[in-house]
């Protein structure tokens, strides 16, 4: 149930539960969580987790699958040991995605800063209905290239301009190549026509997970790194390029029901764009991953909101970009 290694990826080790950066043990687990007696055994592995987080570890994250029946028994289970359920993320009718978090003293959330969270996300939540004020893209300064399979070539400017943008999260060029050239990842950029530089960044994990000895089978996508340089950070070039990775999972992906992201609490943009994309909100990760401080150039731990969207949330973003280029194209 433990493993010794990291497993490169913001998804993690699937089966096991690995050491992860943000100083953190984590796992997907592969069985299904549908009664008292999984939720109890559930406990234990949990039990067993925190008891681990010694040396460099102080957070405990495990995912997990559980039917809408059991999710009570499974918070009830897990209660004593201190961790709780963090995130809900419906999956199917009666399959939900579950977080189940732990934090150290040392790394725990103070009530105070918990609040200005819910705050925030309570705002972004809010300013849903300003998704129609979104522009589209300007395809004479800007272009929008999908990365998907195979063919992945980048030149000697294209590898340090992803460097630059991926360093946000603690990467060094090796890691950011690898990133980009795993052929289970989606990568969508935006380059300036011009320059040809790359200016956003947004990477999506694929993954087919087998549950319950594979009577059940996964197939999502987590939208990992995402990242705009500085000078164009407020042409919100970053929504405009989820929109066609939405777009390209929903055409070429057919087999993706579900895609979700762990979007930063600090970053009220990301929030927002996460609302104006009708993603669902569900539920807060305490300081859950390190990234960079712009302004210092230090790591710090950031607390995530998990949103997601299933494929009708995609079409219905589709749907709404195609409207807006149509209201866009009526004016002028």
Known sequence: MFGAHPVPGSFGAIGTINPASSERLKGFLTYLVKDASTSKFTAEVVAEGIRRLEGPFSRLSIRIIATNEAIESLANAIRPTGAEIEAQVPVTDSLNMVYIGYNTPARTLGSERRSEHLHAISEALSSADNAQGLKSLDTTKYGIKIIDGSEREFSASDREDIFKLLSTFGYDMAGAMNVVSDESNIIGVVFDRKTSKIVSISVTERRDIAID??????????LTDAVTSDTERHNRLYPLLLNDVFRHIYNEHQEISLAYAESNVSNISLLNTAAMQWRQFNGMLPYHAAIMNPNTG???????????????????????EAEQRLREAIRT
């Open 213 to 222: 000895g594979g009577r059940i089978m996964l197939h999502m996508a987590e």
């Open 298 to 320: 230090e790591l710090e731990l950031k607390t995530m909101e998990v949103t997601s969207l299933d494929r009708d949330g995609m079409l219905k973003v589709i749907e709404e």
